[in-house]
């Protein structure tokens, strides 16, 4: 009898290559066995000819879902929410003394219930009246409103902030300054500074030396650049909207090359922890990530990298990973508003199509709307000097096509600061969480650098090695080249394990795990005087470790050529900013590991001309866990 079935699946894959024309989409090039169906899911075929559907996991909540439509009630506001699982829960709010604080947050009182069709009432004249205005709206007549949502089990899922006015006895709302303003791309000569408010406004920023901008066609994202500022200098700035103003300050880097004293501030993993509350805040930790941005903010820091694993991600709705990363953001805003965070990704950033089981296996497609690069970029503001893409590698299926790869943008970048650089790497660049399982899609693997990532760290150490301004390179990612404790299985070791490497269409490239580990040391090592230190997460620890040409970093059957290693640098782990620790693990180099603990983790780099010191600060306790001298 003659088996029908490869003829089958023949003609549903041309089915679904043509529904996929009609919709306008097309699968990258760099994957293999997917095709669209009918309803905008993806099918995969599978080895044994059989199909799978993957598909865009439901959203728990959503960032559009948690704000609100506002309107005039009577005493007060009426929200409207239009996230099903915010019925029957909570909404807590209070007046936030802005102008009366150096760090004003909202001071929550009173609570009201949110019916069963999404609607909360704020009875602002009789709750916020009297012996609670600590604002003194009743006598300006305006206020701003901070509240928390948490869902019928007492969950908390979202904080957020709202303008009112009373005029002629009749509450109002108005348009509100969401978030920021955020300090970002700080150099000698420049910044942004960026916010979002509710409309589309026309708004406006003014510096202390009596400049203006902004205050053009209305948006709801703001970003302005401003430059022709002095190197080392404290600017004052004020922003507005509506008839919010809020006053903050920032400083310039020093002059390029200038040996000035600083303090650079870094941590990763700061996605939920237990035990509810604060410390599992819409997918993050914000209970300690809070604590890390006040610590760093006292302890002078210059500014903060955060590289990877911010929430707890692995969603298949933008919309769901905009409300995540806007957690993360609210968390640290206070202090953001006077220093820079610059932002890298991690695993737990992944954004892609899922299987029925909720598995995210690939990265999200089309890049532009629902890759994990597209979405990070779009909450944040890096610098814009890294890469493009993988595009033009020596394995793209389509090297003289544009788009084949999602976009490096604001991922990959480095800036520096005085006498530093720092370089940030993207380690979970297009990550298939599902390539163990499924190397037959195409994707790339947990801790893997690419060839045109590796290619720009090569351009860019060379660039820093021949400036004579730059003393010291830092280089940071969320993967360890070393891991410690928690994921010796991957990272850029896998059990001593070389077969682990990206797929492109099913294909796997030349090389492995630990052979793109070692091209990583000769950057590092070999061809860099500078590079004090590689930064990595990932392990929910703290602990460091000089790595040499004395450090064990092969298994016992390694047949392939063994790098020697020309000077030593550190590998500094701190992955411990609120996600569930893990205990060490035994390595080939466990000897050299120096400092571990599972304590919450801040570092804290003392750079002073060719010097630099590292102090490791517990941000619950403010002990002082370890303290080093790496130059």
């Given at each position: 009898?003659?088996?029908?079935?490869?003829?089958?699946?023949?003609?549903?894959?041309?089915?679904?290559?043509y529904?996929?024309?009609?919709?306008?989409?097309?699968?990258?090039?760099?994957y293999?066995?997917?095709?669209?169906?009918a309803d905008?899911?993806l099918l995969?075929?599978?080895?044994d000819?059989s199909?799978?559907?993957?598909?865009?996991?439901?959203?728990?909540?959503?960032?559009?879902?948690v704000?609100?439509?506002?309107?005039?009630?009577?005493?007060?506001?009426?929200?409207?929410?239009?996230?099903?699982?915010?019925?029957?829960?909570?909404i807590?709010?209070?007046?936030?003394?802005?102008?009366q604080?150096?760090?004003?947050?909202?001071?929550?009182?009173?609570?009201?219930?949110?019916?069963?069709?999404g609607?909360?009432?704020l009875?602002i004249?009789?709750?916020?009246?009297?012996?609670?205005?600590?604002?003194?709206?009743?006598?300006?007549?305006?206020?701003?409103?901070?509240?928390?949502?948490?869902?019928?089990?007492?969950?908390?899922?979202?904080?957020?902030?709202?303008?009112f006015?009373?005029?002629?006895?009749?509450?109002?709302p108005?348009?509100?300054l969401l978030?920021?303003?955020?300090?970002?791309?700080v150099?000698?000569?420049?910044?942004?500074?960026?916010?979002?408010?509710?409309?589309?406004?026309s708004?406006q920023?003014?510096?202390?030396?009596?400049?203006?901008?902004?205050?053009?066609?209305?948006?709801?994202?703001?970003?302005?650049?401003?430059?022709?500022?002095?190197?080392?200098?404290?600017?004052?700035?004020?922003?507005s909207?509506?008839?919010?103003r809020v006053?903050y300050?920032?400083?310039?880097?020093?002059a390029?090359?200038?040996?000035?004293?600083?303090t650079?501030?870094?941590?990763?993993d700061?996605?939920?922890g237990?035990?509810?509350?604060?410390?599992?805040?819409?997918?993050?930790?914000?209970?300690?990530?809070?604590r890390?941005?006040?610590?760093?903010?006292?302890?002078?820091?210059?500014?903060?990298?955060?590289?990877?694993d911010?929430?707890?991600?692995?969603?298949s709705?933008?919309?769901?990973?905009?409300?995540?990363?806007?957690?993360?953001?609210?968390?640290?805003e206070?202090?953001?508003?006077y220093?820079?965070?610059?932002?890298?990704?991690?695993?737990?950033?992944a954004?892609?199509?899922?299987?029925?089981?909720g598995?995210?296996?690939?990265?999200?497609?089309?890049?532009?709307?629902?890759?994990a690069?597209?979405?990070?970029?779009e909450?944040?503001?890096?610098?814009?000097?890294?890469?493009?893409?993988?595009?033009?590698?020596?394995?793209?299926p389509?090297?003289?096509v544009?788009g084949?790869?999602?976009?490096?943008k604001?991922?990959?970048?480095?800036y520096?600061y005085?006498n530093?650089?720092?370089?940030?790497?993207?380690?979970?660049?297009w990550?298939?969480?599902?390539l163990?399982?499924?190397?037959y899609?195409g994707?790339?693997l947990h801790?893997?650098?690419?060839?045109?990532q590796?290619?720009?760290?090569?351009?860019t150490?060379a660039?820093?090695?021949n400036?004579p301004g730059?003393?010291?390179?830092?280089?940071?990612?969320?993967?360890?080249?070393?891991?410690?404790?928690?994921?010796?299985?991957d990272?850029?070791w896998?059990?001593?394990?070389n077969?682990?490497?990206?797929?492109?269409?099913g294909q796997?490239?030349a090389?492995?795990?630990?052979?793109?580990?070692d091209?990583?040391?000769?950057?590092l090592a070999?061809?860099?005087?500078?590079?004090?230190?590689?930064?990595a997460g990932?392990?929910?620890?703290?602990?460091?470790?000089?790595?040499d040409d004395?450090?064990?970093r092969?298994p016992?059957?390694?047949?392939?050529?063994?790098?020697?290693l020309?000077r030593?640098?550190?590998?500094i782990?701190n992955?411990a900013?609120?996600?569930p620790?893990?205990?060490?693990?035994?390595?080939?180099w466990?000897?050299?590991v120096?400092?571990?603990?599972?304590?919450?983790?801040?570092?804290l780099?003392d750079?002073?001309?060719?010097?630099?010191m590292l102090?490791?600060?517990n941000?619950?306790?403010?002990e002082?866990?370890d303290?080093?001298?790496?130059?």
């Amino acid at each position: 009898m003659t088996d029908l079935r490869p003829a089958i699946v023949t003609a549903v894959l041309l089915f679904t290559t043509y529904l996929g024309s009609l919709f306008g989409q097309s699968i990258p090039a760099v994957y293999d066995r997917l095709q669209y169906a009918a309803d905008s899911s993806l099918l995969l075929t599978l080895p044994d000819g059989s199909s799978q559907q993957l598909s865009r996991r439901e959203a728990r909540f959503t960032l559009s879902g948690v704000s609100p439509r506002v309107e005039a009630a009577g005493d007060g506001l009426r929200m409207h929410f239009s996230a099903r699982r915010l019925r029957n829960g909570r909404i807590t709010y209070g007046l936030i003394p802005y102008g009366q604080h150096t760090y004003p947050t909202a001071v929550l009182r009173f609570t009201a219930a949110i019916d069963s069709s999404g609607r909360a009432l704020l009875n602002i004249r009789n709750d916020l009246r009297e012996g609670y205005d600590h604002t003194g709206w009743q006598a300006s007549g305006y206020g701003v409103i901070g509240y928390r949502l948490t869902d019928a089990q007492g969950v908390i899922v979202y904080e957020g902030k709202q303008a009112f006015e009373l005029a002629d006895d009749v509450f109002s709302p108005l348009p509100t300054l969401l978030r920021g303003p955020f300090v970002a791309n700080v150099t000698a000569n420049s910044a942004v500074i960026w916010y979002e408010t509710s409309v589309p406004v026309s708004s406006q920023l003014s510096l202390s030396d009596g400049r203006s901008f902004g205050g053009g066609q209305p948006v709801s994202r703001h970003e302005l650049q401003l430059d022709g500022l002095l190197p080392g200098r404290r600017y004052d700035y004020s922003v507005s909207c509506g008839r919010t103003r809020v006053r903050y300050h920032f400083h310039t880097a020093p002059a390029d090359g200038e040996q000035v004293p600083f303090t650079l501030a870094y941590a990763s993993d700061s996605r939920s922890g237990y035990g509810g509350g604060e410390r599992s805040l819409g997918g993050t930790n914000t209970q300690i990530m809070t604590r890390i941005a006040a610590l760093s903010r006292r302890e002078g820091a210059a500014f903060v990298q955060f590289t990877g694993d911010l929430v707890d991600g692995y969603l298949s709705q933008p919309d769901e990973m905009r409300l995540q990363l806007t957690n993360w953001i609210h968390a640290v805003e206070p202090y953001w508003h006077y220093m820079p965070f610059y932002v890298g990704m991690g695993n737990h950033e992944a954004l892609g199509w899922a299987t029925a089981e909720g598995r995210t296996v690939v990265d999200g497609f089309p890049w532009e709307s629902h890759a994990a690069e597209a979405i990070f970029a779009e909450r944040f503001v890096n610098p814009l000097n890294g890469p493009e893409s993988e595009d033009g590698a020596v394995y793209d299926p389509r090297p003289d096509v544009a788009g084949d790869f999602p976009s490096y943008k604001e991922n990959v970048y480095y800036y520096t600061y005085g006498n530093a650089a720092m370089v940030v790497l993207n380690s979970n660049y297009w990550f298939a969480p599902g390539l163990r399982r499924a190397p037959y899609i195409g994707g790339n693997l947990h801790g893997y650098l690419m060839d045109q990532q590796m290619a720009w760290l090569q351009q860019t150490l060379a660039r820093l090695e021949n400036d004579p301004g730059i003393d010291h390179v830092f280089v940071t990612l969320h993967t360890p080249p070393f891991p410690n404790g928690g994921h010796r299985g991957d990272c850029m070791w896998y059990d001593g394990n070389n077969q682990p490497r990206p797929h492109i269409a099913g294909q796997p490239v030349a090389k492995g795990i630990i052979e793109r580990r070692d091209d990583f040391l000769q950057l590092l090592a070999n061809e860099s005087s500078k590079v004090v230190a590689v930064m990595a997460g990932d392990e929910h620890n703290y602990n460091r470790m000089r790595i040499d040409d004395t450090t064990p970093r092969y298994p016992d059957a390694w047949d392939k050529p063994r790098l020697s290693l020309q000077r030593s640098f550190w590998q500094i782990i701190n992955g411990a900013a609120g996600a569930p620790f893990y205990a060490q693990q035994q390595a080939p180099w466990s000897a050299a590991v120096e400092g571990f603990t599972v304590q919450n983790a801040l570092c804290l780099f003392d750079v002073d001309g060719k010097s630099v010191m590292l102090r490791v600060i517990n941000p619950d306790t403010l002990e002082e866990i370890d303290r080093a001298r790496l130059r």
